[in-house]
Every structure is written in C-alpha cells, then in structure tokens.
C-alpha cells in the first residue's frame, strides 16, 4: 500500500498469547515507540480486557497512591509501561501469593529493561517471563513469515539451491538501512524522518534516562551513544570510549549499560572463547535499529552508496548493524532458546553473528558489503566449522549481489534480502485495531 498506512501484523503477538496459556506474568520489553502497546491493546482485545497505560498521568497517580486497586481488574491485566509505577509489581505478587500461580494472571509492558529498575520491579523473580520486542523486521513490513535460520539450519543446500537470483540494488539496501524498523519513523520523508531521530534520541536521553537513573552528565551520554553508532559492529573498548567522551572509565561503563536499559544499543557477546585459547572475549556493539545509527552518522542513502572508501566502510558497519537486528528479531521468535554471539581469532578470522540452538547446532553469519564474496571472507567460518565439526550446520555470507551457490563444504553465499524472502507462508490477514499506534506508515 504504497504511501498509506496498513496494519502490520507482528510476529511476537502470536508468541504471546502462547505465553499467555503458559507463564503467570509476562513483561513485554522493547525500545521506545516500537510498537509495546499495539501489540498489548491487541492481546486485551482478543480477551475482552481494558488496558492500563500508565503513560496517562490520572491513572498514574491513582495507582502509585492505592497499588493494589491494579489487580481488581479481569485477567489477564494488561498494564502498560509498568515501570512508571513499579510498586504495582508487588500489588501483583500478592494476588499470586494469594490466589497461587497460574498462568495468563498479567502481561505488563516496559521501555526498560527490567533488571534496570528499582528493586521492587524483583518482586516478581522465578514468576515472571520476559519477552523482547524489536523493532519491525522487513519480514514483517512485507507481510510475510521469515524462516531463514530455521530453514538454513535445517537443509541450507536445498534453500541455496531453490532460491531465485535477488533483483535488490545497493540503493535498496542504504533505503532499507536508513529507514531502519522503528514503526513512527517509516513512511516518512528522509528530512521529517531525519527530525524524528533527533526528537527520539533527545526523549530517550533528557527524559528516560534521567527516570532510570541519575545521569549527571546528560551531554555525555548523548556524546557516548554517537560514539557507539561510529563503533556499531565493532569490539567495544571501554576505555576508548570513556577517552573520547571525557569520563572516567566507571562513568563510560554505567552509561554504556544504561543506553542498554534504554534499548537504545545492544551487547553482541563474544562466543566459543572456549573452543581456541586466542579467541576475543570483547563484545561487539551495535545500535539496536539500523535508521537510528544512521541518522546519528549524519548519513543518507545517498552518502551511504558512494564508493569512496570512508563511505564504503560506514556502509559495511551500518549493514552489519542492519543484519544482525533482522537475524536477531528472527531469533526472538523461535520456540527454542537461541545463544547469540560474535567469534573473532587473534589473527584476525570472524565471524559476525553465531547463532547457538538449544542442542548444540550452530548457524553463522558474515556479512559483506559487496556483491562478490572472496576468498578472505570464508577464513572465519571454515575455520568455525572446522572447530566445531558436526554441530556446525551451515555458514553463510551474505552478500549485496544476486546469487545463491554453495562455496564449499556447509559454506555458501546468499543475497541479503534472502533472510526475509525464505519465508513458511503469508503473515495472518491484517485487520483492525482501534488505537493510536496500530498504523503504520509504509514506504
């Protein structure tokens, strides 16, 4: 629907209300403005329950005043932005106590992660299930359901083998880059979409921050998050990072946790340090949406698809910040638990994202800005499934250009835009919800 706005169906709401029939409390975390209360007005609706949203000040004071009026209501409650009033967390924990611990009691929503807030919002430890919501993955904004890791892990030969040559340019990639997944700012204009980064990025640190915590220097934790979108896909190096701020290296350190509370950046932890004795064990880190990273860059589609060299390398990071968000919104939806991690060798071989199933089997991911992948690219993911053997399912570098072929044993490239086009079938029919954030705009 080309410059409208349509329902987007999100992949964690059909997660959630499975959850619902399992989990006595579910929190529902995410970024700011990336969709929490949809998906929760959603799930009340299709239970015949009202809201809570904490965002409305009336309602606010009347609960921090009287918490326990909170769990009066029908279950499940569905409270939004509960970190507003944590005390309410107790409220609930008392119903549990007193009524036992059954599920579909309460599924609350925060902008926080939860072991950021005070320790009242513990209350709830061993009862309480937490569920992350990402930004709109391109699966998602096309309608359609991305199995790309299942299948890869699976039988990657025979989706290699099925897949069609991709007609994507590198000017579709900076589009996809730029705009990034954040529901508000799709659809719009690249300078209205420019002014909303910048509110964002203002809302998130002058006012959330200051609520999670006291941020004595509020021009240094803006400074400290550009800096992390210049480093976004790389080793973070704390002290680095404390240098080019100008704080010590404690404040850096409780400041780079805190753009994390905020889901504004997101930990890649370093993996199989175990498997060689010189494997990096630093973490990378990236932004958590691809348009906001650029937008903190000053870059545009246009900047980002000229090939001069700073521009080249600005544009590789930025599409490993892109990929390793959609592979990662992919993981939050599998039924199995998935370990996410980065593997990087002394001398140089990585591996840009491995993704670890629960029994063991192991996909991995390279990226490469260019439409060809040559040799030097394999290095980190030969010598990967080499380590590991027979729980190395399959290695993929992905690629800007058109083809699909296997390179070598478990070893094969594919176009980017193969992870959200090996899809199981069309996302559910799109209808109707009666609030404010339902829309969204597409491109």
Not at 153 to 170: F, H, I, L, M, T
């Amino acid at each position: 629907m080309a410059g409208g706005y349509v329902m987007v169906e999100r992949r964690v709401g059909a997660l959630l209300e499975r959850l619902v029939d399992e989990e006595p409390v579910i929190a529902l975390h995410g970024p700011r403005s990336v969709g929490k209360s949809t998906v929760l007005w959603k799930l009340a609706e299709s239970h015949h329950v009202g809201v809570i949203d904490l965002d409305d000040v009336e309602t606010r004071e009347a609960l921090a005043a009287n918490p326990r009026m909170v769990t009066m209501g029908e279950v499940p409650l569905c409270i939004d932005e509960y970190q507003r009033v944590p005390e309410i967390l107790d409220a609930i924990k008392a119903r549990l106590n007193r009524d036992g611990t059954r599920p579909g009691l309460a599924v609350i929503t925060g902008s926080t992660r939860q072991d950021a807030l005070p320790r009242t919002a513990q209350a709830l430890t061993g009862r309480l299930h937490s569920l992350t919501i990402w930004p709109l993955s391109q699966g998602e904004l096309a309608g359609v359901a991305e199995e790309f890791l299942t299948a890869i892990r699976e039988d990657a030969e025979a989706v290699v083998g099925a897949q069609q040559p991709s007609d994507e340019s590198r000017d579709g990639y900076a589009e996809r880059v730029c705009a990034g997944g954040l529901p508000l700012a799709l659809g719009r204009s690249e300078t209205a979409r420019a002014r909303w980064f910048d509110d964002y990025v203002r809302q998130s640190v002058d006012r959330d921050a200051q609520e999670l915590g006291q941020v004595r220097q509020r021009q240094a934790l803006a400074e400290l998050l550009g800096y992390v979108a210049a480093q976004t896909g790389q080793l973070m190096n704390v002290s680095k990072a404390a240098d080019a701020v100008g704080v010590d290296r404690k404040t850096a350190e409780a400041y780079l946790r805190l753009l994390e509370d905020l889901f504004l950046t997101s930990r890649l932890p370093a993996w199989g340090t175990e498997l060689r004795s010189r494997v990096s064990a630093r973490p990378k880190m990236h932004l958590v949406d691809s348009g906001l990273a650029a937008r903190l860059l000053r870059q545009t589609p246009a900047k980002l698809v000229d090939f001069e060299p700073t521009a080249m390398g600005t544009f590789g990071r930025l599409l490993e910040t892109f990929v390793v968000g959609e592979l990662r919104k992919q993981a939050s939806w599998l039924d199995e638990p998935v370990t996410l991690g980065h593997w990087r060798t002394s001398d140089g071989a990585e591996v840009d994202l491995v993704v670890e199933f629960d029994d063991g089997d192991v996909v991995a991911v390279e990226v490469a800005g260019n439409e060809r992948a040559t040799g030097p690219v394999f290095s980190g993911l030969a010598q990967l499934r080499d380590a590991l053997g027979g729980r190395f399912r399959a290695g993929v570098v992905l690629t800007t250009g058109s083809r699909s072929y296997t390179h070598a044993d478990r070893l094969h490239v594919m176009p980017i835009d193969r992870i959200w086009q090996v899809c199981s079938y069309p996302a559910a029919s799109r209808t109707r919800v009666v609030h404010p954030d339902t829309w969204t705009k597409m491109p």
